[in-house]
């Protein structure tokens, strides 16, 4: 049977737009179920904590439980190949970290492509590092600690939470920049600052968030932070950079979900995200915290991400770093 030439046209402009409406009719429903956050690190970790942050704020805003789910060990890698293996409709997130920006170079072989199988949807957080010693050091500033490391060469230990982790490679750039000798001394554990309270190391690259109320009951004494400029939450610490210029890293946070997820799952997740960090409660709470907002699109997520991992690639050549 022929159809007449306007019927035809009316049922072929109604079979194109049903793409557009089943994006938009999906992207509307997401989400309804739990959404899991998927964790690489244990609870009460820098990236637990925000993660949870994330977590109750999105929980909020989209109505549905958003469960933060720890799977640490190597490296982050567990919990990233759980997500990359998981279906790519939006219930099953990563929490992205900044070790994610180092496996690529560190580790030989992994079974996944971190920047082809994982897709950025937003950046949360820059979380800087503040180098803290032990209070029985004779060293109170950043010169005073390079005059007597440098006096005192392969005799102190640097604490971390391990071989390839941001705050080993933190240390690394900074042995690198002032010229030391220095002993790197991991606890896989992340008890590295109870270590250095034991006097077991002397100095560690630790996260503000963990760090700043054993610096302020005295416990620790902090030396500067690793921010390109001075924090909120700590004014009088000095950055690194005022006595090493150029120096800067820190941990960071986003977040990101398995390649092939529907451009309008992330588009929504993007805007949320943003918009929640944007809130007078998040801001305050970053602010104590030392953390800074790390906001943009998608792209620029993914932009941030490919330039870290080029960083830390130099950084882990230069010093032979191989994973444990």
């Known amino acids: 049977m022929k159809l007449p030439r306007r019927k035809f046209l009316h049922l072929a402009a109604g079979a194109a737009a049903l793409p557009a409406l089943s994006r938009g009719a999906r992207a509307q429903a997401y989400p309804s179920r739990p959404v899991r956050i998927m964790v690489g690190f244990a609870a009460g970790s820098a990236s637990d904590i925000v993660a949870r942050l994330l977590g109750q704020l999105l929980s909020e805003r989209l109505g549905q439980p958003f469960v933060v789910e720890n799977r640490p060990g190597a490296g982050t890698n567990l919990a990233t190949e759980a997500v990359v293996r998981a279906p790519a409709d939006g219930y099953a997130l990563l929490m992205v970290a900044s070790a994610n920006s180092i496996t690529p170079t560190l580790y030989d072989r992994l079974n996944f ?103 302020r009951a005295g416990r620790l004494r902090a030396l500067a932070v690793t921010s390109a400029s001075r924090l909120e939450a700590m004014p009088d610490v000095p950055t690194l950079n005022e006595f090493l210029p150029g120096y800067e890293t820190s941990g960071w946070n986003g977040v990101g979900a398995p390649k092939n997820t529907p451009a309008e799952i992330i588009e929504k997740l993007n805007k949320e995200i943003n918009a929640g960090l944007a809130s007078p409660g998040i801001k305050a709470r970053f602010a104590d915290l030392g953390l800074t907002a790390l906001t943009g699109t998608p792209a620029d997520f993914g932009k941030f991400i490919a330039a870290e991992t080029e960083k830390w690639g130099k950084v882990i050549r230069a010093a032979n770093i191989k994973a444990e």
């Open 113 to 215: 492509n971190f920047i082809q199988d994982i897709a950025p949807i937003a950046g949360t957080n820059r979380n800087p590092y503040i180098m803290v010693v032990n209070p029985s050091l004779p060293a109170k500033t950043v010169p005073e600690f390079i005059a007597y490391a440098k006096t005192n060469p392969g005799k102190i230990n640097m604490g971390s939470s391990g071989v390839g982790t941001v705050l080993h490679l933190s240390g690394e750039l900074f042995k690198m920049m002032a010229g030391l000798d220095m002993v790197h001394v991991p606890n896989r554990s992340g008890g590295q600052l109870n270590d250095l309270i034991a006097g077991q190391v002397q100095v560690v690259f630790s996260p503000l968030p963990i760090t700043v109320e054993q610096v």
